[in-house]
């Protein structure tokens, strides 16, 4: 059973930028299709992006297109969310998940089985 850990969260100026990590252990990603969602206060966790477990395809809510960008190390076991030109609204947990053995996930939670335990991304305007 794989695990994640999500990391790289934190309070950041309207226009900037972070990045978000997401480290896996007990299980490999490279065969596994990886997303990112984030939770707001009082709303639903939503899907902001997904990765296939090769050929690199991505996809994106939206709301981020152009602004955030999936990406994974394999060999370092581990799934990046870059956000750049972050706005008020995108503040909220972020959460990354993993299905293995899966080449690709859809947009809804429940196309993901593995989930980490979320890192909180505050945007100040």
Request: charged fraction near 15%; glycine fraction near 14%; hydrophobic fraction near 30%.
């Amino acid at each position: 059973q794989v695990q994640l850990v999500e990391s790289g969260g934190g309070l950041v100026q309207a226009g900037g930028s972070l990045r978000l990590s997401c480290a896996a252990s007990k299980g490999t990603i490279s065969s596994a299709a990886m997303g990112w969602f984030r939770q707001a206060p009082g709303k639903e966790r939503d899907f902001v992006a997904g990765s296939t477990s090769s050929y690199g395809r991505t996809y994106y809510a939206d709301s981020v297109k152009g602004r955030f960008t999936i990406s994974r190390d394999n060999a370092k076991n581990t799934g990046y969310l870059q956000m750049n030109s972050l706005k008020p609204e995108d503040t909220g947990v972020y959460y990354c998940a993993a299905s293995l053995g899966t080449y690709y996930s859809g947009t809804s939670r429940s196309d993901y089985k593995y989930w980490g335990q979320g890192t909180q991304v505050t945007v100040s305007s």
